[in-house]
């Protein structure tokens, strides 16, 4: 009887035994599973700032521009209004990786596209430039500049241009 109790006693430990030590493994595996959770990727990368770098008279009138960051930071909208031949406004804009992973610029989307034949008419001697900064990999948290020159050509065409622009960013993950 003795040994039949000393049996169902080592029994009852084990068992006991086994219990805990399950608790202490699910309680290490909630907590990996926990810290996995809140190290989760983001990805965004966006226009973060505008800053007007310069405006030149070609007349007695200042060039207007009006740049805003619409979409959650992933459109510029720009509206230009030039008056004289030699009027030039520039902006510097800062696109910001707030990524935890590597970011590429696949493109920078325009519409209208005024390098393109059928809408150039529409601004003609109006010119507008950016620095090129596709292909370019953002590190998580970097910056880069783009700046946006429109210049009012001298020509034989003279008079008030006001346009719109649009301007979108298209970006995508890099694994590192």
């Known amino acids: 009887m003795k040994k039949m109790l000393n049996i169902r006693n080592g029994i ?12 202490i493994g699910f309680i290490i595996i909630s907590l990996k599973l926990e810290s996995f959770k809140n190290n989760t990727q983001k990805y965004n990368v966006v226009f973060d700032k505008i800053i007007k770098d310069s405006s030149t ?6 060039p207007l521009g009006n740049v805003e960051i619409i979409a959650n930071g992933k459109i510029l909208n720009m509206d230009f209004t030039l008056n004289n031949p030699h009027d030039e406004i520039s902006y510097i804009i800062k696109i910001k990786n707030e990524s935890s992973t590597n970011a590429l610029i696949v493109d920078l989307l325009q519409s209208p596209d005024y390098k393109d034949i059928n809408y150039n008419y529409l601004i003609d001697p109006v010119s507008i430039t950016y620095n090129d900064i596709v292909g370019r990999e953002l590190k998580p948290n970097e910056e880069l500049d783009l700046k946006i020159t429109v210049y009012y050509n001298p020509s034989t065409k003279s008079g008030k241009k006001t346009f719109n622009y649009k301007m979108g960013l298209i970006t995508e993950s890099v694994e590192a």
């Open 12 to 23: 009852i430990i084990i068992l006991c035994l086994t219990i805990i030590f399950m608790a």
């Open 57 to 62: 008279k070609g007349g007695n009138t200042e």
